[in-house]
């Protein structure tokens, strides 16, 4: 479980999450420097996207993972991505890139979480503060406990609140590469009022035989955000940084 007793066999972890805002209008000077990075596949994907501020997101993605990833001394170019199971995506080589990483997007922010090991697993998630939210939606899609708690805040908290949860468990999902096919109910978050909330799985077997950490930020104003990082060992304590992206490729 996350909140057990810190000892003195524990390691430090470390999870670097850079964090990079992006377009929504046009493809600017920032997001074509990104696109350098891509390889051809890539960008032929991201020509797909019919929504310019998507195909941003998307770009800027990937050019975040493979700068961050190609930090160990590979290229950014030499990076091969495949698909995982539910469709994850992963290194498939060099085998020094192969480390845990997540990209997560939402409109106007991009983010993007490698950890170092002996992490296994890591997610990532973000969200504006200006999405829609309500109490039926938590009803919908939360655990019991978590809806408690969310009712339980004032009135003009608990939207931030929604998010704090929702980032949270989709961090987890992610990091676990199912999506949505695990209900996320069967996971409840505790202390969320805090910036290291702890888990309680309410279903057996889906915290994977690994203990978790998680950590929540506002790494932009107007955003939320969540990761999730999982070891064979106790994760305590962990440090984050989260980081601007665009100086690395010259942005503004």
């Known amino acids: 479980m996350a909140d057990e ?12 999450v850079w964090h990079s805002a992006t377009s929504t209008e046009e493809c600017g000077e920032f997001e074509r420097r990104c696109e350098q990075l891509l390889d051809r596949d890539e960008r032929i994907g991201a020509d797909r996207f019919r929504r310019t501020t998507t195909r941003n997101q998307h770009v800027v993605g990937r050019a ?8 160990r001394r590979v290229a950014p170019q030499e990076i091969r991505f495949g698909i995982g199971r539910h469709g994850k995506p992963q290194v498939e080589r060099p085998a020094e890139a192969m ?8 409109d106007g922010l991009v983010l993007c979480g490698v950890a170092d090991p002996p992490v296994d697993l890591v997610g990532v ?9 309500s109490n039926e939606l938590a009803q919908r899609y939360f655990a019991a406990p978590e809806v408690q708690f969310l009712e339980s805040q004032p009135i003009d908290r ?12 989709e961090a987890f999902i992610k990091a676990i590469g199912t999506g949505l096919y695990t209900p996320l109910s069967d996971f ?18 889906l915290d994977q035989g690994k203990k978790w950490s998680f950590v929540c930020s506002s790494p932009r104003e107007g955003f939320v955000a969540s990761a ?17 992206f665009e100086s690395l490729v010259g942005g503004a």
């Open 228 to 244: 999730a990082i999982a070891a064979d060992t106790a994760i305590w304590p962990v440090r984050v940084d989260w980081q601007p």
């Open 64 to 71: 975040m993972a493979r700068r961050l990833l190609g930090d």
């Open 188 to 205: 409840a978050f505790e202390q969320i009022d805090s910036d290291q909330p702890t888990i309680r799985f309410l279903s057996p077997g």
């Open 125 to 133: 998630d973000v969200e504006s503060i200006h999405r829609r939210t």
């Open 5 to 16: 007793p810190r000892t003195n066999a524990s390691r430090r972890y470390h999870l670097r």
């Open 99 to 106: 480390v845990p990483f997540n990209i997560a997007h939402t």
């Open 158 to 169: 608990q939207q931030y609140f929604f998010l704090r949860i929702w980032t949270l468990k």
